[in-house]
């Protein structure tokens, strides 16, 4: 199914701007701001988890079977954030203890945002970071492995994954 | 409607339509993760529903076995599992541990491979059309009922 570049530059712009509109809707209703924001984390990495699932299963149909978790991992870095964001992660690092971080330098999500103070941006992109968290934790739950993810935002457009296996 | 010097059982609940492949598959089953049954669908005249049931039951168990880690075949297809009385049971797991199982009655002609991947090949898709339905609740992986995916289903089997 071969998709010109502006077939794909329109999907990939639609899907920007509906996360955008979803993080803002899942944070009203809140009196207090950190409610908020813990609420809307935690809806839209349900909501991630959900489509992860949905997104593992389409993507490794043709795929021989994993042989262990660190190719589980390396699927997510590579075959997976292809088909999400036509690049792989740039750096991956484990302490081959269950533990992988995996590095986006210019995560496609975040390379249009700004704040007005410079220095509030990571803080505020922390909660668009959940959507994807959950997309990796959905995929890796259908994959039969147990996990938890949490992003770090030293500045965007960077953007860190940390997998902790359970 | 049988009759026995037509080859191997042709045990099909509708004798008009031809079924697209060689073999006469008398049951489809879907099973979830955690073993779970989420579709036994039976298209024998002959054979109650329980019996597949029973099928299914071990042919999770093989599954298991040939699966398990340490052994060298990484594909998802997995052949015959086992045969048991005149029925053939053929599996398939994919990424997500979702199995495919597939029982024919035992014919002398050959079963080709292509043919059998092919089956499972369809259904996969509809599997993974099926999981991509917002509606359709993977985790607590309840009984399939999508009308979508049982005409996809009987249409593989009846043509």
Redesign the interface.
Same mark, same amino acid.
């Given at each position: 199914m071969a998709e010109t570049a502006q077939q794909r530059f329109v999907c990939d712009s639609a899907m920007d701007f509906l996360l955008m509109e979803t993080v803002s809707l899942m944070q009203e209703g809140f009196d207090s701001i950190d409610e908020e924001r813990d609420a809307a984390y935690a809806r839209m990495e349900q909501l991630g988890h959900?489509v992860g699932?949905?997104l593992?299963?389409?993507a490794?149909?043709d795929?021989?079977?994993?042989?262990?978790n660190l190719e589980v991992v390396k699927f997510i870095c590579k075959d997976f954030w292809l088909l999400l964001f036509n690049k792989q992660i740039d750096n991956l690092k484990t302490n081959h203890r269950g533990v992988y971080v995996l590095t986006d330098s210019s995560f496609k999500w975040f390379s249009r945002m700004s704040a007005d103070v410079a220095a509030e941006t990571p803080q505020l992109a922390l909660v668009h970071s959940a959507f994807p968290c959950g997309l990796i934790r959905g995929a890796l739950s259908?994959?039969?492995v147990s996990s938890s993810v949490v992003a770090e935002v030293a500045a965007v457009p960077q953007c860190t994954f940390q997998i902790k296996f359970r | 409607m049988e009759s026995s010097s037509v080859g191997a059982a042709f045990d099909a609940t509708n004798t008009s339509a031809k079924p697209p492949s060689s073999f006469a598959v008398l049951c489809i089953a879907v099973i979830g993760?955690n073993n779970n049954p989420l579709l036994v669908k039976s298209f024998s005249t002959r054979h109650q529903e329980l019996k597949f049931h029973y099928c299914c039951h071990t042919a999770c168990d093989i599954v298991e076995e040939r !699966?398990a880690?340490g052994s060298k075949n990484?594909?998802?297809y997995l052949g015959l599992l086992y045969c048991i009385e005149d029925l053939a049971v053929y599996g398939f797991?994919?990424?997500?541990?979702i199995k495919f199982i597939v029982v024919i009655s035992m014919s002398d002609a050959a079963i080709k491979d292509i043919e059998m991947k092919n089956l499972f090949r369809r259904l996969?898709?509809q599997?993974?059309v099926l999981?991509?339905n917002?509606f359709y609740d !993977?985790?607590a992986a309840p009984k399939i009922t999508s009308k979508k995916f049982l005409a996809a289903v009987d249409s593989m089997v009846l043509g």
């Open positions: 959900r699932m949905g593992a299963e389409r490794t149909r795929r021989p079977r994993f042989a262990d259908s994959l039969g | 993760k !699966v880690p990484l594909d998802l797991m994919t990424n997500t541990k996969h898709n599997y993974i999981v991509n917002p !993977v985790e």
